[in-house]
């Protein structure tokens, strides 16, 4: 069966310091990986999504950048925080044009 | 653009039936999805509907009308642990996948 993972599961960070969360997928290939961030009281928000090694799509301008040095690796990574990028980061993966599997999420607030 | 509305909030009793109403515009559709979210979790699939047309699945149906881009998601018998946000999000095809557009979710409420 196929698995998700992203860690860590909480973080708190100050402003100005750089950010990595790493998802990476299990029992699937070639998976479709997505960023979402969700902030408080606020729907998902598309951040990044990967149809493979290497492609990446950016949906949405920001000091936030992600990278897939790996089929079933997805990282999510920042130079310098802002305080409005606090929120709750969720993985997804889903396969073609199917539902999207989400991980446990990752809750990040910035000081 | 896309918008995608629900109501932010709903309260219904235990045993009672619920309708959670999703509208959207968007400027491609290839199907909708409803999830549900307890508070500090990830979201979980309830269901996808992408023709015209009720979907029933146990205790929860999706109901789609394309030509007025309006879903709604019913839960009957309702229990306690069915308290939860319900996302709706449309997905918008985008290069051999889906980019899902999700609204600002509803909280439901079960009392007893």
């Known amino acids: 069966s196929q698995t998700i993972h992203q860690w860590p599961a909480t973080l708190v960070q100050p402003v100005g310091s750089p950010l990595s969360l790493e998802c990476t997928v299990e029992?699937?290939?070639?998976?479709?990986l997505y960023w979402y961030r969700q902030a408080a009281g606020r729907g998902l928000q598309l951040l990044f999504y990967s149809v493979g090694i290497g492609q990446i799509s950016s949906e949405v301008p920001q000091n936030l950048s992600a990278s897939r040095p790996q089929d079933r690796q997805f990282i999510l990574s920042s130079k310098k925080l802002l305080l409005s990028d606090s929120g709750f980061y969720l993985c997804?993966?889903?396969?073609?044009?199917?539902?999207?599997?989400f991980g446990e999420g990752s809750r990040l607030t910035v000081l | 653009g896309q918008n995608i509305d629900q109501p932010t909030e709903m309260t219904a009793t235990e045993g009672a039936i619920v309708q959670i109403n999703c509208t959207y515009q968007t400027s491609g559709f290839n199907g909708l999805f409803w999830y549900q979210q307890h508070a500090g979790e990830a979201p979980t699939f309830l269901s996808y509907n992408v023709l015209d047309g009720l979907e029933e699945k146990g205790r929860f149906s999706s109901f789609l009308s394309r030509s007025k881009g309006y879903s709604y998601l019913l839960l009957k018998e309702l229990q306690m642990k069915d308290s939860a946000s319900y996302l709706c999000?449309?997905?918008?095809?985008?290069?051999?996948?889906?980019?899902?557009?999700f609204g600002t979710g509803t909280l439901l409420a079960v009392q007893p």
């Open positions: 029992g699937t290939s070639n998976p479709n």
């Open positions: 999000a449309v997905a918008d095809y985008g290069g051999a996948t889906n980019k899902l557009i």
């Open positions: 997804a993966w889903s396969r073609g044009l199917g539902e999207l599997f």
